[in-house]
């Protein structure tokens, strides 16, 4: 069983910054792909980010076209974190963000267990 939590959501104007936190109760965490997900209303849920362990055993990070450049995802194994910091914030930005336990299926990136989702609100 994994249990994620998120912090760090809010309001920003349009240009700014806002950081997301992600605490997970998963017993082989750094295993695990973790990935960010948002959903606008009256949209679907769309791929965000996501972070994996590759076969080196590093991890190497994945975005969603409309945040590349924009959005950092990353991770703390020894605290069972991942953050997602987001700059140069657009009105489009606006959704619920949620943190997942992520896998692949082909070329997308799919959610197992989800977070309670946290609201993100950029103001042009």
């Known amino acids: 069983q994994v249990q994620l939590v998120e912090s760090g959501g809010g309001w920003v104007q349009a240009g700014g910054s806002l950081r997301l936190s992600c605490a997970a109760s998963a017993p082989t965490f750094s295993s695990y792909a973790m990935g960010w997900f948002r959903q606008a209303p009256g949209k679907e849920r769309e791929f965000v980010a996501v972070i994996r362990r590759t076969a080196m055993n590093t991890y190497y990070a994945e975005y969603g076209e409309s945040v590349k450049g924009r959005f950092t995802i990353s991770r703390d194994n020894a605290k069972n974190t991942v953050s997602l910091q987001m700059n140069t914030l657009k009105p489009e930005d606006t959704a619920v963000y949620y943190c997942?336990?992520?896998?692949?299926?082909?070329?997308?990136?799919?959610?197992?267990?989800w977070g309670q989702g946290t609201q993100v609100t950029v103001s042009s």
């Open positions: 997942a336990k992520a896998h692949s299926e082909g070329r997308r990136w799919l959610g197992d267990y």
